[in-house]
């Protein structure tokens, strides 16, 4: 199985930089150096202004090589003294240091079955500009959705250069499998999509497009975001519908992305095997029985969404179900079931600590687990299975734009040097 380093903003001290390494040659060998560095520079986004002292107390760094470091981070421009404050009202003030980088900007743009999203952010997180634009889901035809996405991401460039800022990184977030080399989107059933070559098409709309834009799958991106919000959970199973539905597999902290890339695609899991055709080929998927087009019709909103897009429908149907309409409700526990149903499969291959549920199913979880906890093992005859812990997703319809601004400020701050250039 293909794996890779789980990749957040962490509130901790040490960000996601690692433990620090602090030896006679930390500012000899070269990666060495730059481990330290990044955290030195997390450890700053993190926590704000802080002083030399306060940055060793809190990386686990002597005072020496913080010195050191951050003389390197100041001279390439990355950090800069700001004001000195008293040290508890005695001694010597304190020199703080924090962050200088800013002239540039973190851009994710979202594309998803119903509008394209940009979020153009500052290193520290704040967010510079946002914006969204409808594309109306014409199917099968990416060339009209291409000119929004086009235009949402004219809109993000003269912003970050009306307010002087370089855009240091830049990805472009699909709601479908993704692979290849230039990375290109595989087939997306949402959009009735085959092969389509997203960044090329945004380059010959937008010739002022970064050189350095990658393409990115929502459900890894969201699930490492959630993930980063947990304390103590390394191996975590992730499901989300928002426009179909997705997933990603965390285990002992790293995602799992298989031999394809496409390890995680639970809503193409062939559940009822005498079900409807899918339009990826095969017969009963998990989005045919409990997607979200599929539950939208079942509980009376078909007209909703064709007039008002999913966000709005979806949003309604979350209402209706709050509210204890019986139409609403009864579409979503029938989902409801195949869901766990689903998930009785996973989770006995996989064993995870926690089943997250992200997107609209974050605030619907309470059938899922009823019907989870319905039908599960007995050990030894009697001896309940330890199961896990079914949780909502916190981060809501933003997961995986958060999830890739905050996986870009990590790839800035692992090399540091590098990041005004």
Known sequence: MGVCEASHMSTQTSGSSGPAIDSANSLVSGDVRRHNLGIVASYLVSNGPSSRSQIADGTGLTRGAVTALAKLLTDAGV????????????????????????????????????????????????????FAEHHGRPMGDPEPVLDVLARVLDRALAAAAGAGRRIADL???????????????????????GTVDVLG??????????????????????????????????????????????????????????AHGLAGAFGHLPVDHDGAQCPCGQRGCLVTVAGPDVVLEAAGLGGELEKNGLTSALAELTRRIASADEQATAAWEEAAIWVARTLHILTMSLDPQVVMLGGYWAGLTGPVRKAFAGNRPIIAGTQPWDEPEIVSGQLGDDAALLGAVWAARDRLLQDPLHMNT
């Open 171 to 193: 990805t472009v977030v699909v709601f479908a499998p993704v692979g290849g080399d230039p990375a290109q989107v595989i087939a997306d059933t949402d959009l009735a999509w």
């Open 79 to 130: 950090l800069r003294a700001t004001e000195t404050v008293a040290d508890g009202g005695k001694g010597r003030p304190l020199t703080l240091l924090e962050l200088a980088a800013a002239d540039i900007a973190i851009l994710a743009l979202q594309l998803d079955a119903d509008q394209a999203t940009a979020l153009l952010v500052s290193l520290a997180g704040d967010t510079l500009f946002r």
């Open 201 to 258: 098409g945004l380059g010959k709309r937008v010739p002022g497009m970064p050189d350095i834009a990658r393409l990115s799958a929502d459900a890894p991106v969201a699930a490492l975001a959630e993930h980063s919000r947990l304390t103590g959970v390394g191996d975590m199973l992730y499901l989300k519908s928002n426009s179909g539905i997705g997933g990603a597999m965390i285990v002992d902290g790293r995602l799992v992305e298989g």
